[in-house]
């Protein structure tokens, strides 16, 4: 399971549970350390992961942080949890005052459904008011999860993240400015773009007629943004079904012609497919077509929806699947038996091509 596809699962887990999450620490341990072993890390491990961090603040000792996650002896990440259902606009001063005191470049504040992730880019050792990187757990985007995956374990590097987090946090804030001005513009900015196409002077009625015509612009146009990708989109895909069925009917009039011979081997590889997709769909619906150079497995008995190939004629053997691309990502195997070794692989084409249905 990829790291987007870990995200969703916890996404859907979280909004299946918080109703039952009666407090804070239940939050932790159903929402919070879940998410930390997705980004890697161990959460058992008191060295990597340390829970209760103690950051002394002036003359308040023993003060404690909920999580810190530690590389190479120094505290890289001070983690603030709170209640699911909590406001965290209420709960940044407390990770503020102890990253300050803290060699830590990262904060994360989270209720286990919004996550914060703060540094210092305005002011070295104070932590910006205003976190570089927000997301809800339930609508993450694309960006926000190339964003998160910076912070896995296994590729983490915070000079890395701090040359991007800059450019990332203006995005994130002008995104909500102009989000802010396309559902209710200011009169400001719709004087600037009055100013380009009235000649007279700027008076209030000017204003108010101009500010419904702005918003309307604004909606058009996203609409005709919307509807020229739509078109796009849809183009693409006409033309690569164009394609397909060329490649599919060249491929059937070599079955015609060639008197394609179906092995018990292929045969045998065929029911060791549907013997692990009974667990997900109907066996009627798997059926196979025998072709001159591979052995395909298909389901509903479309060639558009491949579950996948055997090649077992040649001197090797190879279980090969099919990528967005429709180019084929090929797995050796020595004998049928590993085929089972790709059943998390099969049950993915299947919620694929249901998907695309």
């Known amino acids: 399971m990829d790291f987007k596809d870990q995200l969703k699962q916890l996404a859907d887990r979280t909004l299946k549970l918080k109703d039952q999450i009666q407090t804070e620490e239940a939050t932790k341990n159903a929402f919070i350390m879940p998410f930390l072993q997705i980004l890697g890390y161990d959460v058992f491990n008191p060295l990597e992961v340390v829970p209760e961090f103690v950051s002394d603040i002036g003359l308040k000792k023993g003060e404690k942080i909920d999580y810190a996650i530690f590389k190479d002896g120094t505290p890289t990440i001070l983690i603030e949890c709170k209640h699911w259902n909590q406001n965290l606009n209420v709960h940044d001063g407390q990770l503020l005052r102890y990253f300050h005191v803290s060699k830590a470049k990262f904060g ?4 286990g ?34 964003e998160l995956k910076k912070f896995h374990k296994s590729i983490f590097d915070v000079e890395s993240i701090v040359n991007t987090a800059s450019e990332l946090k203006y995005t994130n804030e002008l995104k909500n400015i102009l989000q802010q001005e396309f559902a209710n513009p ?17 008076t209030a009625k000017i204003l108010e007629q101009f500010t419904n015509l702005t918003r309307k612009s604004i909606s058009q146009h996203i609409s005709d943004l919307i509807t020229e990708r739509l078109k796009t989109a849809l183009n693409k895909e006409d033309q690569a079904a164009k394609e397909q ?13 060639s008197k394609v011979e179906t092995t018990e081997e292929e045969l045998e590889g065929f029911m060791i497919v549907k013997t692990i997709l009974r667990q997900k769909i109907a066996a009627t619906r798997i059926s196979h077509r ?16 491949t579950i996948c190939r055997l090649y077992l004629n040649g001197s090797k053997k190879y279980f090969v699947t099919l990528d967005e691309a429709k180019k084929e990502v090929k797995n050796e195997i020595n004998t049928l038996d590993e085929i089972f070794n790709y059943s998390e692989t099969l049950f993915q084409v299947i919620d694929s091509l249901e998907k695309g249905k």
């Open 108 to 111: 994360l504040l989270t209720n």
């Open 113 to 146: 459904i919004s996550y914060r992730f703060y540094s210092d880019l305005v002011e070295a050792n104070k932590m910006d008011e205003k976190p570089f990187l927000e997301f809800n757990i339930s609508d993450i985007k694309d960006n926000q999860v190339e």
């Open 290 to 305: 025998d072709a001159q150079s591979y052995f395909a497995i298909l389901l509903d008995d479309n060639n558009r929806k």
């Open 245 to 257: 069925e060329a490649i599919d009917q060249a491929e059937k009039q070599k079955v015609e012609t």
């Open 186 to 202: 200011t009169p400001d900015f719709v004087k600037h773009f009055a100013k380009k196409v009235y000649p007279g002077v700027i």
